[in-house]
T-cell receptor
Framework: DTAVSQTPKYLVTQMGNDKSIKCEQN?????MYWYKQDSKKFLKIMFS???????INETVPNRFSPKSPDKAHLNLHINSLELGDSAVYFC?????????????FGPGTRLTVT | AQSVTQLGSHVSVSEGALVLLRCNYS??????LFWYVQYPNQGLQLLLK??????LVKGINGFEAEFKKSETSFHLTKPSAHMSDAAEYFC????????????FGDGTTLTVKP
């Protein structure tokens, strides 16, 4: 009965590789987000989709490409991984019609680039 | 654009003492305000939120926060700290007109001493 799930939980890879992270929510929400949390715990929004439409696209290298096949799923593909991409990536979801946009977070994917 | 400032990146209290975590916001339109908690190696979890109406809001685990428009503040309090309250706390602000984007503060690490 997990609300927001992410796979994988841990990802260790080498520089230059391409990797994907998947996110799924079963809350019936219409909006999903990707956040990056660095080693100092700072949380930065990367992307947001509402009903499969990209609505937030922050200043992120174009090596990062989100994709939302339906409103319950949001994936993140990263090309040519760099050391600086090492972080915890969180997926979150919310119901836009509620107006307040309280967000429900997944457990995170810890990405380590060596 | 909205912003959030959390005063004090680290707060340490003794078990049983008052917890006070400070948050000030900036917004040109009425804000929605949130406090989230992040336990080690977990995602963020909503503690409480302010949308409209009553300015004193109660959340989970005995926490509460008061919206003070004149002071642009939304400080988080708990009368008596418990060891299990040790975590990272994030204040966040969003507004209805900004596509659901929440802006998070830099976080405050709460340490509870026995």
């Amino acid at each position: 009965d997990t609300a927001v799930s992410q796979t994988p939980k841990y990802l260790v890879t080498q520089m230059g590789n391409d990797k994907s992270i998947k996110c799924e929510q079963n809350l019936g929400h219409d909006t999903m987000y990707w956040y990056k949390q660095d080693s100092k715990k700072f949380l930065k929004i990367m992307f947001s989709y509402n009903n499969k439409e990209l609505i937030i696209n922050e200043t992120v290298p174009n090596r990062f490409s989100p994709k939302s096949p339906d409103k319950a799923h949001l994936n993140l593909h990263i090309n040519s991984l760099e050391l600086g991409d090492s972080a915890v990536y969180f997926c979150a979801s919310s119901l836009r019609d509620q107006g307040a946009y309280e967000q429900y977070f997944g457990p995170g994917t810890r990405l380590t680039v060596t | 654009a909205q912003s959030v400032t959390q005063l004090g990146s680290h707060v340490s209290v003794s078990e049983g003492a008052l917890v006070l975590l400070r948050c000030n916001y900036s917004s040109s339109v009425p804000p929605y305000l949130f406090w989230y908690v992040q336990y080690p190696n977990q995602g963020l979890q909503l503690l409480l939120k302010y949308t409209t109406g009553a300015t004193l809001v109660k959340g989970i685990n005995g926490f509460e926060a008061e919206f003070k428009k004149s002071e642009t503040s939304f400080h988080l309090t708990k009368p008596s700290a418990h060891m299990s309250d040790a975590a990272e706390y994030f204040c966040a602000v969003s507004v209805r007109t900004n596509a659901g984007k929440s802006t998070f503060g830099d976080g405050t690490t709460l340490t509870v001493k026995p």
